[in-house]
Nanobody, 122 residues
Framework: VQLQASGGGLVQAGGSLRLSCAAS????????MGWFRQAPGKEREFVAA??????????TDSDSMKGRFTISRDNAKNTVYLQMNSLKPEDTAVYFC??????????????WGQGTLVTVSS
């Protein structure tokens, strides 16, 4: 499975971005898909995950992200999305998508994309 994340860029605080993660090589329709992010000098952290059929979604407990990010998927397109609204400078990070058995832990994901950089200016 190859994962290609895209959609990052430079945005002003308060703006929105939608990240996409396209899978190739094998269908990911049976995998849990997750988004993680890694800010400069910090550890990679869980953002959100979605079950194989999209019926269940899971979000970080971090108050800094609650209510602003939405994960979704389109199995017909082999793609998962992360809609990010009301962006803040502290959201600046490289965002990674991943496929695996799920949860909020990095070790539960077998496949990782290369990451897409999101920069939020104040």
């Amino acid at each position: 499975v190859q994962l290609q994340a895209s959609g990052g860029g430079l945005v002003q605080a308060g703006g929105s971005l939608r990240l996409s993660c396209a899978a190739s090589g094998r269908t990911v329709s049976r995998y849990v898909m997750g988004w993680f992010r890694q800010a400069p000098g910090k550890e990679r952290e869980f953002v959100a995950a979605i079950s194989w059929n999209g019926g269940s979604t899971y979000y970080t407990d971090s108050d800094s992200m609650k209510g602003r990010f939405t994960i979704s998927r389109d199995n017909a397109k082999n793609t998962v999305y992360l809609q990010m609204n009301s962006l803040k400078p502290e959201d600046t990070a490289v965002y990674f998508c991943a496929a695996g058995i799920g949860s909020r832990y990095l070790y539960d994901y077998d496949y990782w994309g290369q990451g897409t950089l999101v920069t939020v200016s104040s």
